[in-house]
């Protein structure tokens, strides 16, 4: 099974805030036609809601469901939560409870708030309590962000606080892929996926085989970044990966190890769809 794990759909750039300029900075059509179209080539795919008080963003959580509702045999939808905002615990309610979205999309660096932050503690809890896998966006992009939260060991203390709830760090944690390759190593309950990582193909190797050698490659999940990327152009630059290696002394990634991203049943392991995987053993000596 190919699942893309990070897509976006949005009908109108003021849905964007504060973060269109840079978003939009690359003319991209993100409206659900279009994407219907680009997941043709994977078998499910994960839609992310947004929200932010911060920028005055919003890709509205029942905008979402109600494209993912449309077409329920392909899409997922997960929440788009702020949790600086006094009504988020309603939200997820309703989002989970009555439109029936699967986890929660939040953004430290683009919702103003440190990762550990009380009001966000609360969340993280609410979502190991209803089992909804969480994605961690790292925006570092956009102009507004605040890279300071953006940081993935700053997610160290709410992997330790919260064994049960599934994390994803996004876009591995560009540009601190180390730091979330020692994540990785350290909570068996943490993954991170390659959207927009395979768009620069020298990065994009150094940081597979980093994975590789620290032994956590089988924690990256598959994600394309549509509408910046399809998933059929980055299947096709992940399984091209290694043209980066000819004529040199640099080792190649061995092609099952890049199969594995591609087709890794990211459903089961974020406990979406069927039981959940049971996590390896965590805390092993990599030094």
Known sequence: MIVDCHTQIWDASVQLGRAAPTMMVQPVQADAVRHLQAVLPVDRAIVLAFKSRYLGAEIPNRFVAGYVQQNSKKLIGFAGIDPTERDWLEELRIAHEELGLKGVAVSPALQNYHPTDTRAMRLYEECQ?????IVFEQSHRNAAAKMEFAKPMLLDEVAREFPGLRIVVAHMGYPWVHETIVLLGKHAHVFADVASMLRHPFIAYGSLQSAFEYGVLERLL???DFPYRSPAACIEALY?????THGT???PIAREHLRGIVERDTLQLLG???KPAAPAAGGADHA
């Open 129 to 133: 309590r209803r089992r909804m896998p």
């Open 222 to 224: 598959f994600g394309s």
């Open 240 to 244: 091209s990966i290694n043209q980066i």
């Open 249 to 251: 002394n640099l080792p």
């Open 272 to 274: 979406i769809e069927g």
